[in-house]
């Protein structure tokens, strides 16, 4: 629905002049792409800062998801999570990250038992 609104609002026939393909992208994006700045004992100098912007590819925002869970499995041994980031996860974390990231935001996941909610 989103693709269709959005070809017929700013596409050809708009008279803007915009190409499909410039319409209809697929970019993701994150805030916690950055990292943290660090002095030569390897310390905390200056925290990221958590700038929304558009990932690299699906594979760097994979592999920065990744890193992540690697640092959080480190400070949290007793609580360790093993996952398994598939295209479709990664999408759906970047959305949840996004939503409970911002004021007042809240989302509420459903599904059937089991599925990784």
Do not use: W
């Not at 479709?88 to 038992?113: C, E, F, M, Q, T």
């Amino acid at each position: 629905m989103l693709d269709r609104v959005t070809k017929d609002r700013f596409g050809d026939a708009s008279g803007l002049g915009f190409e499909d393909e410039q319409l209809l992208t697929d970019y993701l994006f994150a805030d916690f792409q950055r990292d943290d700045v660090l002095d030569e004992a390897g310390d905390v100098v200056e925290e990221a800062p958590f700038v929304y912007e558009a990932c690299a590819d699906l594979d760097a925002i994979r592999a920065r998801c990744l890193q992540r869970l690697d640092e959080y499995n480190e400070k949290n041994q007793s609580k360790q999570m093993n996952l398994v980031i598939f295209d479709d996860a990664l999408k759906h974390l970047l959305r949840i990250a996004r939503i409970v990231g911002s004021p007042g935001g809240n989302i509420l996941l459903v599904g059937v038992g089991g599925s990784g909610k």
